[in-house]
Every structure is written in structure tokens, then in C-alpha cells.
T-cell receptor, first 111, second 117 residues
Framework: GQQLNQSPQSMFIQEGEDVSMNCTSS?????WLWYKQDPGEGPVLLIA?????ELTSNGRLTAQFGITRKDSFLNISASIPSDVGIYFC???????????FGGGTRVLVKP | GAVVSQHPSWVICKSGTSVKIECRSL??????MFWYRQFPKQSLMLMAT?????????EQGVEKDKFLINHASLTLSTLTVTSAHPEDSSFYIC?????????????FGDGTRLSIL
């Protein structure tokens, strides 16, 4: 089946730093979605991407749909403590199909 | 934005009990809802796709007689874990897509923490 490889698996951030994570696949996806999940809660949609090459921002978040349609990245600029959480990429291979999820990137605060 | 409500937030019950979890789309209609299971420090695993007015579609390895799904209206799907045992303890999350389809993304509920003693 389709798989999404998400990296890094975890990262430590210091307030003010920029953060970057990405997802790759061997399959072509028609839609890329980025979600954030806080402990004990469901994932919250951050950004949805629908066209190859599309670059979309949501506040300090920026995500891009790769030209090959097999990858996507998410950047967080000037991180703040509430950015801590787990970020998931997800994609559809076609409209209406079930979502395939990446393994998640756990963002933690540097001690 | 789209809101999906899931109830209850957490359940603790004895082994052998059946537990029902509700998933409601509050400000849109959803012909399709999805049920996921998530283990600690892992990603979401799709269990089944709930279709309004018809039978649910289960993923490989998911017992349909164990996890009963009913999607009787455009705003409500229920998951019943029948005769639950400790190994069924997990975080269950539902999601819903707006019935208008197309590129509407899935929106998720806040999950139900199920603990079977």
C-alpha cells in the first residue's frame, strides 16, 4: 500500500528558531495535508495543498506541494513554545480516497 | 472552521463491556466518516470508512463484528467496541469530510481514550 516517509521523527526547538520537516512517497499524491496533534487530542488541520508546486502559508507556517507530487514540506518560522506537539503529513491519492498518514514529527522544546 | 465532536472523551470500563463512541459533524453534513485507532507514540491507523446509509468498509485485519459502525444520518456515526478486552484499550479518533466532496479535507474529533480493565 501507499506509504509516507516523514522526517525527522523528532526534533528539539529553541524559541525563535525555524523548523522544517518533510514527507516523501514512492506514490503520486493529489492532495497533501499537514496536521498538528497535541497530547490527548485529535489532529487539527494546519494547511491543505491541492496543486503540484503550490506554496501556502498559514501565519508562521508554510507548506509546499512538491513538483513531482511525491513530497511535501512544512516550515515553521520563529518557533514559540506552543509549537510543541506532533505534526503529521497526510495525503490522498485521489479525491474521496482515504488518507494515508506519515509517521509524525515530534517537536519538543530544548531543555 | 469545520467542527467534529466526539463523545465521550474517555471511558474506563470492565472487560466484557460494550462501549459506544459517537462522532458528530456540527456545522456540515458528512456522507463519509472515518474511524482511526492510535497507539502511544504512533501514527493514526485507519480502521474503517463509515458510509451514510450503507455498510462500513473495514480495513484489512479489523474485525467488523468486534467494531460495529453505524452511520444513520449525515451528521452522526457511531463505533461500538463489542465485548471489549484490555487489548482494545487505545485512543480512538473519528474524522469527517463535508458531503460536497471534491477537495474537502478531513476534520478530526478530539478522540476517545478507551481503557479496559
Amino acid at each position: 500500500g501507499q506509504q509516507l516517509n516523514q522526517s525527522p521523527q523528532s526534533m528539539f526547538i529553541q524559541e525563535g528558531e525555524d523548523v522544517s520537516m518533510n514527507c516523501t512517497s514512492s506514490s503520486i499524491f493529489n492532495t497533501w495535508l499537514w496536521y498538528k496533534q497535541d497530547p490527548g487530542e485529535g489532529p487539527v488541520l494546519l494547511i491543505a495543498l491541492y496543486k503540484a508546486g503550490e506554496l501556502t502559508s498559514n501565519g508562521r507556517l508554510t507548506a509546499q506541494f512538491g513538483i513531482t507530487r511525491k513530497d511535501s514540506f512544512l516550515n515553521i518560522s520563529a518557533s514559540i513554545p506552543s509549537d510543541v506537539g506532533i505534526y503529521f503529513c497526510a495525503g490522498h491519492i485521489a479525491a474521496g480516497n482515504k488518507l494515508t498518514f506519515g509517521g509524525g514529527t515530534r517537536v519538543l522544546v530544548k531543555p | 472552521g469545520a467542527v467534529v465532536s466526539q463523545h465521550p472523551s474517555w471511558v474506563i470500563c470492565k472487560s466484557g463491556t460494550s462501549v459506544k463512541i459517537e462522532c458528530r459533524s456540527l456545522d456540515f453534513q458528512a456522507t463519509t466518516m472515518f474511524w482511526y485507532r492510535q497507539f502511544p507514540k504512533q501514527s493514526l491507523m485507519l480502521m474503517a470508512t463509515s458510509n451514510e446509509g450503507s455498510k462500513a468498509t473495514y480495513e484489512q485485519g479489523v474485525e467488523k463484528d468486534k467494531f460495529l459502525i453505524n452511520h444513520a444520518s449525515l451528521t452522526l456515526s457511531t463505533l461500538t467496541v463489542t465485548s471489549a478486552h484490555p487489548e482494545d484499550s487505545s485512543f480512538y479518533i473519528c474524522s469527517a469530510r463535508d458531503w460536497r466532496g471534491g477537495n474537502q479535507p478531513q476534520h478530526f474529533g478530539d478522540g476517545t481514550r478507551l481503557s479496559i480493565l
